[in-house]
């Protein structure tokens, strides 16, 4: 895989995904509620230049203050209470990602073949809320997910893990 190549992770993602159904599509957002591990600067850089780039200056400082925000009430927090918090993705407009063709390789990575597994995961307070089937769903969904983020990783430079929101907030201030 080409340095930072996005396409490439995209065609790997579409091989080991291949023949399965996803119910994911655009203004699917049931994922977009939650902290997002990313592992390399320039993933953080693409998306804020796209921001830069797409946004009006006033979509741009608004996009500033809310990850600034979540950045600060994120760091105040046990990682259990931000694990357990729902953190509507500041890239999240309408519905729809704002950010879709740069978007990380952890959001990339998640796809469901049951978006009412995916409300149900969101609006639980607990695992344990939900119904068997939806258990193995998400288990699913995220093992599946995290096998995929590391075969990228794999073939790509890491700089660390750290949430997204902190990631861009630390960018910002370079």
Request: charged residues 30%.
């Amino acid at each position: 895989m080409a340095l930072f190549d996005l396409v490439a992770a995209d065609d790997l993602i579409a091989r080991k995904t291949a023949g399965e159904t996803a119910d994911c599509k655009r203004g699917c957002s049931w994922c977009c509620h939650q902290l997002v591990v990313m592992t390399n600067r320039a993933d953080g850089i693409r998306m804020l230049d796209a921001a830069y780039r797409d946004f009006s200056a006033e979509e741009f400082a608004q996009l500033e203050l809310k990850l600034r925000e979540q950045t600060e009430q994120i760091s105040r927090m046990s990682h259990e209470q931000a694990e357990t918090r729902r953190w509507t993705c500041p890239f999240l407009k309408d519905g729809s990602c704002s950010i879709y063709d740069v978007r990380p390789i952890a959001c990339r990575s998640v796809s469901s073949r049951d978006a009412r597994c995916c409300e149900a995961m969101m609006s639980a307070e607990t695992f344990e809320e939900l119904t068997a089937e939806q258990q193995s769903l998400a288990t699913e969904i995220g093992e599946r997910a995290l096998a995929l983020q590391i075969e990228i990783n794999d073939q790509r430079p890491i700089t660390g893990p750290v949430e997204m929101r902190a990631l861009l907030v630390e960018l910002l201030d370079e």
